[in-house]
């Protein structure tokens, strides 16, 4: 396995990526598929130039051979200067339990520290015990901060952050 950034041509690979995971975990993201399905080449096009060169923000592909098995985002929290955001965070169900969710969180913090951010903060689906459980090994600690998953309000996320 290895981990590469999304290139900025890659904007129809960014749209399969993201549905993929919109459907394999629904309550897992604060969008739904339906409503990311609907969205127009330019709406991708947007989104794959804000997290590709020279953006401040970035998306990372873990990679088995030429198949995409997971992805996050490292992006820029707007409201904390001193903070990045993990974002997006799937691993293919083939390959869950097997270091691709550590390997990313791992390029996420290297992209963090090069940026000069002093922490991590991210907001994790409360019922994945899986996901609670990669984000705490990676130093990750609940704020005690809940709210309800946007896209299906009887489901709560719950905000994490690490120290760099």
Do not use: K
């Not at 590709?52 to 820029?76: H, K, N, R, W």
């Not at 270091?99 to 791992?106: D, F, M, N, S």
């Amino acid at each position: 396995m290895h981990v590469r950034t999304l290139s900025p041509h890659e904007v129809t690979l960014h749209r399969e990526l993201r549905l993929r995971a919109l459907h394999d975990a629904p309550d897992s993201f604060g969008e739904t598929f339906a409503d990311v399905d609907a969205q127009p080449a330019a709406y991708w096009e947007r989104l794959t130039r804000a997290v590709t060169e020279p953006a401040d923000q970035v998306m990372f592909l873990a990679c088995e051979g030429s198949d995409v098995i997971g992805v996050t985002y490292g992006l820029v929290d707007r409201e904390r200067g001193d903070t990045g955001r993990v974002g997006g965070m799937w691993v293919d169900a083939a390959w869950r339990r097997r270091g691709v969710g550590r390997a990313l969180l791992q390029e996420v913090v290297g992209w963090a520290r090069s940026r000069g951010f002093t922490r991590l903060a991210l907001w994790a689906p409360a019922h994945s015990a899986a996901a609670a459980a990669l984000y705490s090994r990676a130093g990750f600690r609940a704020t005690g901060a809940r709210r309800p998953l946007p896209s299906n309000p009887a489901v709560s996320i719950v905000a994490m952050e690490a120290d760099l």
